[in-house]
């Protein structure tokens, strides 16, 4: 790590942080051009983990409303994951193939450092592990890097493998089934997650319908899988058994649940409820919802071995099993209570922060 190089130019101020949250910064530095926000949402658990975006917001209004709720996100996605973690989240405002470069990546890690180590951050859109890498000649609260002593590369198949415990262990509940042998499932997007999970499906006998934008990922999966494709509108309608979205946020939407045959939903996509309303609505059809930042938090768990420095192979494993348990006590309450399972989940970790504020 260098020293940090001159700060004459930069200007870090307090903003007061909505309600509930912690801490609110902004940094601007002229001779580099970085604008860009961290919040802390809650240190409650540990260090506030939670990864980069860089964006083109027009408005500051705009930016600080996406990094306070990412960073109130990422509290509930670590404390799901019963990691050592708080939730936060840093937006870098600007368009990253216009103006970032590494000086700006540079002094984006002297932001972090000013934290002394109450936030961590990662990758997140619109920043690589390479720019990362900029940033971590500045600071050592980075994770995500590529080289180093505990670098933790690419989260996606950790990612995977959670997604699909979880995805086994609702269709378990819902359809009673203890293997995925003949299950017909819907994976939208083949990404990172996506081929990795249709991987796993397609070893355990499941049958598999797939859509995506990437014409080549599509003919992938049909030589691996004998996948059957559809087109990107149509796989709402497929008759399956479980549908899995690990492309993008907000699919479910009252029409696509109006529209969906699948009695489970799971997947690794974030924020797939369009409105938390949205849960309630796959509740009231039979769809037993299995929540998104249970799912798929093997990445923060794969990131959180890099940031804790864990050198047991097994401590991940045993994280990514305690999604499973996680998520089998929202279902369980959520049957118990007929209370929808995004809603239980949520009041899960708030009894949580409240245990934990004594
Ligand atoms: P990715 O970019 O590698 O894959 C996304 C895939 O979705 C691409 O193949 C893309 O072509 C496809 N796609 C885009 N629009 C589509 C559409 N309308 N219909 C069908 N396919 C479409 O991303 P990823 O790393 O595989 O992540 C997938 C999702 O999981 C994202 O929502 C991501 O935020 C979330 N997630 C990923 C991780 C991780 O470890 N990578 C961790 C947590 C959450």
Request: charged fraction near 20%; glycine fraction near 10%.
């Amino acid at each position: 790590m260098n020293k940090p190089f001159s700060i004459v130019s930069m200007q870090i101020d307090e903003l007061k942080p909505s309600r509930g949250y912690e801490r609110l910064v902004r940094c601007r530095d002229t001779t580099t051009g970085l604008d860009a926000l961290i919040s802390i949402h809650s240190t409650k658990f540990g260090p506030a983990a939670g990864g980069c975006r860089m964006w083109a917001y027009t408005r500051l209004e705009d930016a600080i409303y996406d990094v306070e709720r990412l960073s109130r996100g990422m509290t509930y996605k670590n404390a799901a994951a019963d990691l050592p973690l708080g939730g936060g989240k840093s937006v870098i405002i600007g368009d990253p193939d216009k103006i970032k470069t590494p000086a700006l990546m540079r002094a984006f890690g002297q932001f972090i450092e000013h934290f002394n180590g109450t936030y961590y951050t990662a990758e997140d859109v619109g920043i690589s592990p390479n720019d990362m890498a900029h940033a971590a000649e500045m600071t050592r609260y980075v994770a995500g890097l590529e080289t180093g002593e505990f670098a933790s590369g690419d989260p996606s198949p950790v990612t995977a493998r959670g997604v699909y415990l979880c995805l086994k262990k609702t269709a378990e509940v819902r359809l009673g089934v203890n293997n995925l042998s003949g299950m017909r499932i819907a994976v939208q997007g083949l990404g990172n997650v996506g081929m990795a999970l249709a991987e796993m499906l397609h070893n355990e006998g499941a049958v598999l319908t797939v859509s995506d934008i990437n014409k080549d990922r599509l003919t992938e999966a049909r030589s691996r899988f004998g996948a059957a494709e559809v087109g990107l509108n149509d796989i709402y309608d497929a008759d399956v058994d479980i549908f899995a979205p690990c492309a993008l946020g907000g699919v479910l939407t009252p029409d696509v649940i109006s529209r969906l045959r699948a009695r489970v939903v799971a997947g690794a996509a974030n924020n797939q409820l369009s409105t938390p309303d949205c849960g309630q609505l796959l509740q009231q059809e039979g769809i037993l919802y299995a929540p998104d930042y249970i799912v798929n938090g093997g990445g923060i768990v794969n990131v959180a071995v890099e940031i804790l420095g864990k050198t047991d192979p097994e401590w991940g494993e045993r994280r990514i099993l305690g999604l499973v348990d996680t998520l089998n006590t929202v279902l369980t309450r959520a049957a118990q209570t007929g209370t929808p399972t995004n809603i239980v989940a949520d009041a899960l970790i708030d009894e949580k922060l409240e245990r934990a504020n004594g």
